[in-house]
């Protein structure tokens, strides 16, 4: 049932610390997503300095989506949208052929206050890749939700459990929030062949097995998963149809070395456009490290 268990790896960005999930070694891929971070959680006390922030940086060829469980951030892109995100709420942006953005914490520097959330990349199809820029905003309240038996969900995007998120992506796909009760059971079918669930908070028991916040497990195809939450749990469940693979070089995603290249070339030389409500700072293409002197 379960084919491959992932730790989070926590890496500290400057000032805020992220636990990396995809991409792994043994698996760089589940449907569609090839990113996954858990922001935080983090708590922060008003005037924390603005090293947080994530200055401008590019994408292209995926879809960003930013989930909050606590706290709030700003969106501001090359599109010319400038967008706060609270908890529940969606932000998608689409870099297609090329974007840039920000995310900035100014609510959170003022007043201070817990941060945490999941950002995730969705890459595109071969033949959108290469589609025009944009970003969509939605509210909690257009998105599925469901609640019996001590589990409460919400459809984040895609389609599952026979309803559809009103949210516009590229492939088949469903990402999923989950909050379980202790006790409760729920059960994931097995209409997708790549699946996997992301325990955020507590632990859950899995064929037998219990799992814990940070891990992720990766399913095999065929099966309906039951889980059972050992303590009241939040679930993150995942997954689509296997678009092909994707190669990955800093923020950039593409089905083609070239297209990377291409892409490094163009923000190094300043070709893209920064957010025209951000455009005073950049973060340059990290250059590779220098060979190691062998004599040092």
């Given at each position: 049932?379960?084919?491959?268990?992932?730790?989070?790896?926590?890496?500290?960005?400057?000032?805020?610390?992220?636990?990396?999930?995809?991409?792994y070694a043994?698996?760089?891929?589940?449907?569609?997503?090839?990113f996954?971070?858990?922001?935080?959680?983090?708590?922060?006390?008003?005037?924390?300095?603005?090293?947080?922030?994530?200055?401008?940086?590019?994408?292209?060829?995926?879809?960003?989506?930013?989930?909050l469980f606590?706290?709030?951030?700003?969106?501001?892109?090359?599109?010319?949208?400038?967008?706060?995100?609270?908890?529940?709420?969606?932000?998608?942006?689409t870099?297609?052929?090329g974007?840039?953005h920000?995310?900035?914490?100014?609510t959170?520097?003022?007043?201070?206050?817990?941060?945490?959330?999941?950002?995730?990349w969705?890459a595109l199809?071969?033949?959108?890749?290469?589609?025009?820029?944009?970003?969509?905003?939605?509210?909690?309240?257009?998105l599925p939700?469901?609640?019996?038996?001590?589990?409460?969900?919400?459809?984040?995007?895609?389609?599952?459990?026979?309803?559809?998120?009103?949210?516009?992506?590229?492939?088949?796909?469903?990402y999923?929030?989950?909050?379980?009760?202790?006790?409760?059971q729920?059960?994931l079918?097995?209409?997708?062949?790549?699946?996997?669930?992301?325990?955020?908070?507590?632990?859950?028991?899995?064929?037998?097995?219990?799992y814990h916040?940070?891990?992720m497990?990766?399913f095999?195809?065929?099966?309906?998963?039951?889980?059972?939450a050992?303590?009241?749990?939040?679930?993150?469940?995942?997954?689509?149809?296997?678009i092909?693979?994707?190669?990955?070089?800093?923020?950039f995603?593409?089905?083609?070395?070239?297209?990377?290249?291409?892409?490094?070339?163009?923000?190094?030389a300043?070709?893209?456009?920064?957010?025209?409500?951000?455009?005073?700072?950049?973060?340059?293409?990290?250059?590779?490290s220098?060979?190691?002197n062998?004599?040092?």
């Amino acid at each position: 049932m379960i084919d491959l268990v992932i730790d989070q790896r926590r890496k500290d960005l400057g000032g805020f610390e992220v636990g990396r999930v995809l991409p792994y070694a043994k698996r760089r891929m589940i449907g569609p997503f090839i990113f996954f971070d858990r922001m935080g959680p983090a708590d922060f006390q008003a005037g924390f300095g603005k090293e947080v922030d994530v200055r401008p940086h590019p994408h292209i060829g995926l879809s960003t989506l930013s989930y909050l469980f606590d706290g709030a951030m700003t969106h501001r892109d090359s599109v010319g949208v400038t967008q706060p995100i609270l908890p529940g709420e969606v932000n998608w942006m689409t870099a297609g052929r090329g974007i840039t953005h920000s995310e900035r914490f100014e609510t959170l520097r003022e007043h201070g206050g817990r941060m945490d959330g999941i950002q995730t990349w969705i890459a595109l199809p071969v033949e959108d890749e290469e589609i025009a820029p944009s970003f969509n905003h939605y509210a909690p309240d257009v998105l599925p939700t469901y609640e019996e038996g001590g589990l409460w969900a919400r459809l984040i995007a895609g389609e599952a459990f026979g309803a559809k998120s009103p949210v516009k992506t590229h492939s088949p796909m469903f990402y999923v929030h989950w909050h379980l009760n202790a006790g409760a059971q729920a059960d994931l079918p097995a209409e997708y062949p790549e699946r996997a669930a992301y325990v955020a908070k507590g632990v859950v028991e899995v064929d037998g097995h219990q799992y814990h916040e940070g891990q992720m497990m990766v399913f095999l195809p065929g099966q309906a998963v039951l889980f059972t939450a050992i303590t009241d749990a939040v679930v993150m469940l995942l997954g689509g149809e296997p678009i092909g693979p994707r190669l990955i070089d800093w923020n950039f995603v593409a089905s083609t070395k070239e297209r990377l290249e291409q892409a490094k070339a163009d923000w190094r030389a300043g070709r893209m456009k920064l957010p025209d409500a951000d455009d005073q700072e950049f973060i340059p293409l990290p250059e590779p490290s220098p060979p190691a002197n062998p004599m040092s």
